[in-house]
């Protein structure tokens, strides 16, 4: 007669990984915090986004649709009123892009284990006994994702305006600076995280059946998941992108030091 099974063993332990699996999670928690602290500051600094020489507009005051906003930086109209010191400009565009952000499908595992622990990272159990996924408010509240997709688009176009107009000389001409390609780049870099969004790669091929009877839209489909592959560093990449050429507008509108000319 055979022994019953002895059944499962006994891990004491909260984890059996030896690696250092707290080191990504407190990487992006550092990151992250980061970029929203530089965020509250630049937002509420609220000054020093303009380059009227070159036409260079920070990207955290573009569009600037206030009326509080500086001679020549609202290239779409003012049809906000100046609502005072607490709420500067960007408030008006700023919840539309965050909230892109925040309901990325990335960022939310970025998040979820960096400032949740939920888990902190694979094969590590949260420190939580119950689970509700995001059946819950606020977290029901992700499932608007596509929503504010339709949303980042209008502004992923403005900033491209931004870095075109910023193809500007001293005199009025054509030129280019280091601030002009750095805007470039940061448009570039938008619409590469933009497109990359899985709300993007289902609304080019999705409810399709037949991709034979549908060639441009596989065509598309098949870009768009090319680009999802790569949707986590695109996501870092446009991050840190919108935050460094921000702090260079910033730098250059405030005289710390003149915008290097490549040409004029």
């Not at 001679?71 to 049809?79: F, Y």
């Not at 309901?103 to 159990?125: D, H, I, M």
Request: include cysteine; proline fraction near 9%.
């Amino acid at each position: 007669m055979s022994a019953p099974p002895a059944g499962r063993a006994r891990v004491v332990a909260r984890t059996l990984r030896t690696d250092r699996w707290w080191l990504p999670p407190l990487a992006t928690f550092l990151a992250l915090t980061a970029f929203v602290v530089y965020g509250v500051v630049r937002v509420f600094l609220n000054q020093w986004y303009w380059v009227p020489e070159y036409h260079y507009l920070a990207p955290f005051f573009s569009p600037c649709l206030s009326a509080a906003c500086v001679p020549g930086s609202s290239h779409w109209g003012q049809p906000f009123p100046d609502l005072g010191p607490w709420i500067p400009p960007p408030t008006f565009v700023l919840p539309f892009v965050l909230g892109f952000r925040l309901t990325c499908y990335y960022y939310r595992k970025a998040y979820y284990r960096s400032f949740w622990a939920s888990p902190p990272a694979c094969a590590v159990p949260e420190p939580r006994r119950r689970y509700t996924g995001e059946t819950r408010f606020p977290l029901l509240l992700q499932n608007s994702h596509r929503y504010f997709f339709y949303a980042a688009l209008p502004v992923a176009a403005v900033l491209t305006y931004d870095a075109v107009i910023a193809f500007r000389g001293a005199d009025g001409g054509f030129g280019i600076g280091l601030g002009t390609v750095l805007l470039v780049v940061n448009a570039a870099l938008l619409w590469a995280y933009t497109l990359s969004c899985h709300s993007c790669r289902h609304l080019v091929g999705g409810r399709i059946n037949h991709f034979s009877r549908h060639p441009v839209r596989y065509w598309l489909w098949t870009k768009a998941t090319w680009l999802n592959g790569r949707h986590a560093q695109l996501a870092w990449a446009s991050l840190l992108s919108v935050a460094l050429v921000d702090l260079y507008v910033l730098l250059v509108a405030s005289g710390a030091f003149p915008d290097p000319r490549l040409i004029n």
